[in-house]
Structure formats: C-alpha cells, structure tokens
C-alpha cells in the first residue's frame, strides 16, 4: 500500500477525532484533501470499496457537524460514485471556513489588543494615584493570561519605569528574561531598569551582554556610556560614545556624551 493511500485514510479517519476537539477547519481540510487524492488515484477496485464507505462516514459527521450547522446553511452530502460533487461542496465549505474563522480570529485579537490597552492605562493610572500593588494586580491578571508573552512583560515593566517603580519593573523584566534570555531587548530593558535604580554595576553588565546579542545598536552603546557617566568613568563614556557613532555618525546624543565626558577630563 503507497504512502499517499496510508495518508488519505489517516485523514478520512481523523476527521470525527478533529469535529470532537473543535477543530473544524482542519477537519475539512482533511476530508477535501482525501477526496482530491482519491480522484487522482488510480485505485483499484477493493481499495475505490474501502475509501467510499470511510468517506460515507466522514462525510456524514462532517453533515451532522452542530457547530458547522450554526454556521453554513448549505448541507454536505456524499453517495458512492458522486466523489466530484463531494469534492466541489468540501472546496466551498473550506473557502468559506478559511474567510470567516480569519475574520473571527483577527476580530478576537483586535479586541485582545484594545483589553489589553484599556487594562494598561488602568495601571497607569492607578500608579499616578500611587496605588502600586492595585497597578500590579491589574497586569498581574493580564500576564496569568500570557504567561510567556514577553513584549506584554516589557510593556508592563516599561509603565512601572515611567513611574519610577524600578524594583517591580525589574520582577517584570527578569519574568521576560526568563521566557527570552537571548533576546537584546530584554537585556537593554533591564540596564535601564537597574541604571535609574542606582544599581550600576549590575546594569552595566546586562548592557554588555546587550551587545554581545546585538553588536551593531547605537541606542545600547549609548545607554552603557549613561552608566559610565553616572559612574564618572569617563574614559569608557568616550568609548561607548564612539561606539556608537561609529554605528550612526548623525546621532547627536552620543556626540554630546563624548564633548561633556572630555570636558569632564579637563579636555
């Protein structure tokens, strides 16, 4: 037996299993394909036997499908010999499938996002009343919904920043680091979080390994050359600063940071 038979009566099989989970458009799918290959196929009478009596059965849980009921007005059906007509009513039924699940699935994140965004200006203001741990409840319920969603985490550690609410931002941001460890962001957010909270040697290293990830970002060689100003280091702030312009000669910032760092050395 071929291996595109073995599949088409794996799929023909795993259609009322895909119905059971909810899984709709990849049941019919399975069945459209099945019945695609059974009409190239040259198959020979006792296998042609086989395939109609399991796509009579996948086609009549396709049929009495209650979910597909409440959606699709129009009724699947199947008899020995009418594998074209299958085949045109399953190509139908899956454009249609295809065009409203999108739309119901883009539908569901646009109103995820706006949740999303309403749930965040609420922290926001909850922190401009000083209500921290009322602020941290509020992402805390978001984040339980996405634990591994890191540019949620950073989102949120970025509105405890504003606030400057460094240690809980820092919570946010090391949550992220441990769903992301290799991401440069992350380390660049954390450099920040701990530079403001005074943490300096600790940031310093992070926008290290900020660089280590990402070699060529102007905007990390000026942040690490902030923490060697704060650390009066002025030697490396020249350096993190012609690091930087190296990468962006135009970026007026790191010019400045490298005239104040001289000036600094009596220069």
């Known amino acids: 037996m071929s291996a595109e038979i073995l599949k088409?009566?794996?799929q023909l099989g795993e259609v009322n299993m895909l119905l059971k989970q909810g899984k709709l458009l990849a049941a019919v799918a399975n069945l459209h394909e099945a019945v695609g290959f059974i009409l190239k196929a040259e198959l020979m009478k006792h296998e042609m036997q086989s395939f109609t009596e399991s796509l009579d059965k996948a086609a009549y849980h396709l049929a009495n499908d209650r979910e597909l009921k409440k959606i699709y007005p129009l009724q699947i059906s199947y008899k020995p010999g009418e594998e074209r007509e299958l085949l045109a009513?399953?190509?139908g039924l899956l454009t249609f499938l295809q065009e409203n699940l999108a739309?119901?699935?883009n539908s569901h994140l646009a109103a995820l996002a706006e949740y999303r965004r309403k749930q965040l200006e609420l922290a926001k203001k909850l922190l401009q009343s000083d209500e921290t741990a009322k602020a941290q409840q509020v992402c805390g319920r978001l984040?339980?919904?996405a634990k591994t969603d890191t540019e949620l985490k950073i989102a949120v550690a970025?509105?405890?920043l504003e606030f400057g609410k460094y240690d809980e931002a820092l919570e946010y941001l090391k949550s992220a680091y441990a769903d992301n460890p290799d991401s440069a962001h992350i380390f660049n957010k954390l450099g920040m979080a701990l530079r403001k909270s005074g943490r300096l040697e600790e940031a310093e290293k992070f926008y290290i390994q900020a660089l280590e990830r990402q070699p060529h970002d102007e905007v990390i060689y000026f942040n690490l050359g902030?923490?060697?100003l704060d650390m009066k280091r002025w030697k490396n702030a020249?350096?993190?600063a012609d690091r930087a312009l190296a990468v962006n000669a135009?970026?007026?910032?790191?010019r400045k940071m490298k005239m104040y760092a001289t000036k600094q050395m009596g220069g």
């Open 238 to 240: 020249i350096a993190a």
């Open 158 to 160: 970025d509105i405890f």
């Open 89 to 91: 009513s399953l190509y």
């Open 143 to 145: 984040i339980d919904a």
């Open 103 to 105: 739309d119901e699935a």
């Open 8 to 10: 088409a009566k794996k």
């Open 250 to 254: 135009e970026f007026a910032e790191a």
């Open 226 to 228: 902030r923490v060697y």
